[in-house]
C-alpha cells in the first residue's frame, strides 16, 4: 500500500509513506507516483486519540502509545 499525505504532524508537510508485503516501511519526502487511488480520508491524532474519516472504510477512532498531534489529508492507494 503506498500512502500520500499531506498536513501538519509529519516529519515533512507533504509525504509518501509505502508498506511493503513483508511488514516493512518507508518514508520518502514528496509525492513519489504513481499510485492507484482507493480512498481519500482525513487524519486528525490528538494526544494519544486518533480519529479518520475515510472514502472507503468510513469513520474510525483509535488510540496509540505516543502523544501527538497530527491534521493531515491523504490519498491511500495500490502501488503501480
Known amino acids: 500500500m503506498k500512502y500520500i499525505e499531506a498536513g501538519i504532524g509529519n516529519r515533512w508537510w507533504l509525504r509518501t509513506e509505502i508498506e511493503h508485503a513483508d511488514g516493512t516501511e518507508e518514508e520518502r519526502r514528496g ?5 492507484r487511488i482507493r480512498s481519500l480520508y482525513v487524519r486528525l491524532w490528538i494526544g494519544r486519540r486518533v ?3 475515510d472514502t ?5 477512532s483509535g488510540r496509540k502509545r505516543q502523544k ?3 491534521l493531515v489529508l491523504g490519498l491511500c492507494g495500490f502501488m503501480e
Open 51 to 53: 480519529y479518520i474519516l
Open 68 to 70: 501527538r498531534f497530527k
Open 31 to 35: 509525492a513519489v507516483g504513481p499510485i
Open 56 to 60: 472507503r472504510d468510513g469513520w474510525k
